[in-house]
């Protein structure tokens, strides 16, 4: 519901009907509204960890679609495809609710801190294996990984560049990483 109808179309009543479950059962569970946000974002964490948690042990099945970039890029084109985009939109929402609620967001900081570690571990993984990579450098690849990562799941959650392909963006993240590192180098 979060994420078909934003967070002003979450209520009480309308998660009764739509579970169809006697009127009240909500409220008994979750007697405020936060309550139930609060809730909410706990289950999205949960299927997102879940997920997360799914993707690293397919990471070592050998084919290579769920390790490293393409994994990620993997992830990222899902995300935007139903039905994993009202999870996404719903996870949107939630973050965007985290901004006046300190509690929601440290239930959504949970999720975010383990898709920055899958992140980090992808742009690990891309590294010429030289020598060991200066964290601060993978620190700025992340980083930049991560909103382009955002930025192409926000066009997805507004219906915008959904036939984008993983091979396609993972091909754009490698490029940010190997651009991240040939501007440190420069540096």
Known sequence: MLGADGAR??????????????????????????ALMHATASRVTELDLADLSAMSELADDGDGRASGTMGLATMVVLAGAAPWVTRTRARYELAMEAGRDPELAEIIRQSTTQFHELVRR??????????????????????????????????????????????????????????????????
């Not at 992340?142 to 993972?170: I, K, P, W």
């Open 122 to 187: 992808a742009v690990s993984q891309w590294q010429t294996h030289d020598s060991e990579p200066d964290p601060a450098m993978l620190d700025e690849q992340t980083y930049a990984v991560l909103r382009f990562v955002n930025g192409v799941m926000v066009e997805s959650c507004q219906g915008h560049d959904v036939d984008r392909s993983a091979e396609q963006v993972d091909r754009l993240i490698r490029a940010i990483i190997a651009g991240v590192r040939e501007q440190h180098a420069a540096d």
């Open 9 to 34: 179309g979450l209520s009480h009543p309308k998660v009764d009907r739509r579970a169809r479950m006697p009127a009240g059962t909500t409220s008994f569970y979750f007697r405020t509204r936060k």
